[in-house]
């Protein structure tokens, strides 16, 4: 099965959740948090109803070009569909997560150039951070 988004080359929603339940047990097994950093890119329906598809997935793919420069190596870059994104980031704590989720916040807002358009886009972001759990033993 290819888990594989054809548009970005970023892991699809099944390859993005596949990736989740490892990093859990990771986490779970090291101790070490992860963080999951859900973007979705604002207004991006106007955008395909006022200038096509095609140029909607022109869009996707230089956001995600701008992704993978500014997050290779740090975290596992999905796309769950449409115009939204997650980035999985391993070993990554609520601080480190709302400053990577600041960058590309910033990634976003630079101005992006389609044919003679310029636009300004704009993102939601939400970030979440996965603990392991405490193990508690009794004695007795």
Do not use: Y
């Not at 704590?93 to 310029?118: F, K, S, Y």
């Amino acid at each position: 099965m290819n888990n594989i988004d054809s548009l970005t080359g970023f892991l699809d929603r099944l390859g993005c959740l596949h990736e989740a339940v490892m990093l859990t047990a990771d986490a779970t097994d090291s101790r070490q948090p992860f963080a999951v950093i859900w973007l979705d890119l604002d207004r991006f329906k106007k955008i395909n109803d006022s200038f096509g598809h095609l140029a909607g997935d022109e869009i996707i793919q230089k956001f995600a070009l701008r992704f993978r420069n500014r997050v290779s190596g740090r975290a596992v870059l999905c796309r769950m569909g449409g115009d939204e994104f997650v980035f999985l980031v391993p070993k990554c704590d609520l601080a480190q997560a709302q400053q990577l989720a600041g960058e590309l916040a910033r990634t976003v807002e630079e101005p992006l150039t389609i044919g003679n358009l310029t636009l300004r886009p704009t993102a939601s972001i939400g970030v979440a951070i996965h603990r392991a759990p405490l193990k508690i033993t009794r004695n007795k």
